[in-house]
């Protein structure tokens, strides 16, 4: 049986009705100031809404171009006419979604192809525009594409900027690449007759190595510049 309420309790306002009346009596005093709070906060609330539903719109409409040109390699591999329409929707990609992350990934896609068939200026500017995109990067791409750098630029026989970029690759995320880099800034080194630094490095890569006939090659440069 529930004990009796004392009179100086039922006299006493209910706490939650007591806060409701001043909450009341707030609004009907500053009725302007409320209704001007109200009408911001929902317009907060339907620009946050439109800005979701729109940057999920546009990323998706970017991937779904970014896809065709995946599946495009896929199916025809790298035919003219393959190659020649995905460099379409790649152009196609970064006009329409610069800000998407699929426009990132256009450009180090158009540096690839522009690279492969022997277009150097383009595909430097192509992989440049994508490192100046990417800041963190734990994917190795980042790493691609300034490893691409550096063999556009030794193609060129510009050697320190080549060795520049191997560098830089270097000292990004590289996990399961360091055999690669360590050989490439090997070899620039070589090529520049800083043959000391080339041992080097050749010495470094050896240790990263496991399969049998990268470790051969490493082993018979060794022998040569020692």
Request: net charge positive.
């Amino acid at each position: 049986m529930s004990a009796k309420l004392s009179k100086k309790e039922l006299k006493s306002p209910d706490a939650f009705q007591s806060t409701i009346e001043r909450i009341g009596d707030y609004i009907s005093e500053n009725k302007t100031r409320v209704t001007v709070i109200a009408t911001a906060l929902g317009c907060a609330i339907v620009l946050v809404v439109g800005i979701y539903f729109y940057w999920s719109y546009y990323s998706n409409a970017a991937l779904k171009l970014y896809a065709k040109a995946q599946h495009n390699l896929i199916q025809s591999g790298d035919n003219l006419e393959t190659i020649e329409e995905n460099i379409n929707i790649f152009k196609q990609i970064i006009e329409k979604y610069p800000y998407s992350w699929s426009s990132k990934m256009a450009y180090y896609h158009l540096g690839n192809t522009y690279f492969n068939r022997g277009e150097l200026e383009k595909a430097i500017d192509s992989y440049k525009k994508f490192v100046s995109k990417t800041r963190t990067d734990k994917t190795g791409v980042k790493f691609l594409a300034l490893t691409s750098l550096g063999y556009c630029y030794e193609a060129r026989e510009d050697y320190a900027e080549a060795l520049k970029y191997f560098e830089m690759a270097q000292k990004s995320y590289s996990v399961g690449f360091e055999m690669i880099g360590l050989r490439n800034i090997a070899r620039i080194h070589e090529a520049m007759d800083n043959n000391e630094k080339a041992l080097d490095y050749y010495n470094r890569a050896l240790e990263k190595t496991t399969e049998p006939a990268a470790v051969l090659f490493i082993k018979r440069k060794i022998s040569t510049l020692s």
